[in-house]
C-alpha cells in the first residue's frame, strides 16, 4: 500500500513537461529529481509503453532526452546544466533511469538515442574522475566527495550491465 500510495503521488506531482522537483533545492536539482522518481516508477515493472504510470515514464523519458538535445550535451556528455549546483548527482541519476529504460522502448529510434547518451555520458563520467579516483560535485574538479562517487560507480556499472563500453581503468581508479 505504502508504495502505491507513492506512485500515486509522484504522478500526481509531475509537471506538464514531464519533470519533478524539488523546491527546496530550486529548479537546479530537476535532472535528479526527475531521474529519480522516473526509477521508481521503472521499479515496480512499469515501462514508457506500459503498466500503470507508462504515461508518467513516457513524458519523464522525452524530458530527459531533451535535455540531451543540445550543443552543451553533444560537447560533453553533461546531461544536466554544468553550471548547476552539483551537477554530478543529476549526471549519476539520469545514467542509472537511461540504463534502467534501456531497450524497454519499441522504437528503434529511441533506444538508438539512449544508447548514444549512455555512451556520452559514460566518457564524461571517465573523464571527470578525479586523481584520487573518485568524482565532485562538478565534471571540472578534481576532487572528490563520497556520495558523488558512490553515483558514478552505480551509472557505470548500470551502463556496462546494458552493454556500454566502459574502461577498466576507470573502474580499477574507483575502486582503489
Known sequence: R??????KHLS???KKDGSWAQSYYGSGNTISMTSISGLALLSTGNTAERGLYKENLRKCLMFLLKKTNNRAFKDSGMISNTGQYRSMYGQGFAMLFFAQIYGTHSDEKINSKIRTVLRSGVR???KSQSKAGGWYYSPDSNSDEGSVTIHQIQALRAAQNVGITVK???IDN???
Open 2 to 7: 505504502s508504495i502505491d500510495k507513492a506512485l
Open 12 to 14: 500526481s506531482t509531475q
Open 124 to 126: 564524461l563520467i571517465s
Open 168 to 170: 577498466k581503468t576507470v
Open 174 to 176: 574507483a575502486l582503489n
